[in-house]
């Protein structure tokens, strides 16, 4: 009898295996695919990816005011307009400083591309494979959850891109303007990437934050009366998540402060749900 319980359990836990073995393979078959359609369609992303190049953020709220207020006989359309008109692309060239550099480039391009294609497909296989261990309570609060944690991500990176990239490109460009700017392809699409990627795992304070409170690990509480120490975190984790230059450091750190008194609301509010 006991030998039968131990073979079900290795074929449970072999099942289970199998199952996440299966779930990986069809996660890496879709990057795979994507990728491939990725380096098919290569122009589309190239202009993607230059896109905080020519584009300052007066355009885009000049764009914002004009879709909202339209552009004829208003004061919105005239401040549209002046803000356009005091707007720069950013003055500097893109170049291949080797043999090997565009194809690389071309090749980064399109695998980064598959793979936050196939991002859906991907957490879908993960969420199935978790999900059947939740219990019923568990569910019920790992819905929304996921749903918070996708939304904070996707606010996160489109901050760094329409925002933040941007700003601290045309800083560069603007600093010693006697030295052109001829910028390595391949560093500025890992300058564009990581920017993005550190301000979507940034935003994900709050959740974090949140988390720790619902476990019991520290409340509210507790995390007011680390502000100070908060705010140290803050500046390493901006240091090391963003290109090291004064202007992203700060650009990531000032919003993260903002995000830290809203994880300190939402650990409060799980506290309040907790004693409910």
């Known amino acids: 009898m006991e030998s039968t319980e131990v073979n079900e359990v290795a074929m449970t836990f072999w099942e289970h295996l199998e199952e996440l073995r299966r779930r990986i393979i069809i996660s890496a078959i879709a990057i795979a695919v994507f990728t491939v359609l990725s380096l098919s369609f290569s122009k589309p992303i190239e202009k993607v990816i230059k896109f905080p190049l020519g584009t300052s953020m007066n355009t885009l709220i000049a764009n914002a005011i004009e879709a909202v207020g339209g552009t004829e006989g208003s004061i919105l359309g005239f401040f549209a307009l002046a803000l356009r008109s005091g707007t720069s692309s950013v003055d500097a060239i893109l170049m291949k400083v080797g ?71 045309q800083f560069s460009a603007q600093l010693l303007p006697e030295l052109p700017n001829m910028w390595d392809l391949e560093k500025y ?88």
């Open 99 to 169: 043999p090997l550099e565009g194809i690389m480039a071309y090749l980064k391009l399109g695998i980064t591309t598959g793979i936050l294609l196939a991002l859906p497909i991907i957490i879908y296989h993960i969420w199935a494979f978790v999900f059947p261990a939740l219990n019923r309570e568990e569910r019920q609060f790992a819905v929304p959850l996921f749903l918070i944690i996708v939304i904070f991500f996707i606010f996160g990176a489109a901050f760094a891109y329409f925002i933040v990239t941007p700003v601290v490109l």
């Open 189 to 276: 699409i890992n300058f564009v990437t990581r920017l993005i990627l550190g301000f979507g795992i940034a935003f994900e304070l709050p959740i974090v934050m949140a988390f720790l409170s619902r476990i019991g690990i520290i409340d509210a509480q507790g995390f007011r009366e680390k502000q100070s120490y908060a705010l140290l975190g803050i500046c390493v984790m901006s240091a090391l998540l963003t290109p090291a230059d004064p202007g992203s450091m700060l650009l990531m750190a000032i919003p993260l402060f903002v995000l830290y008194q809203l994880g300190i609301f939402f650990a409060y509010l799980v506290e309040k749900e907790v004693e409910v």
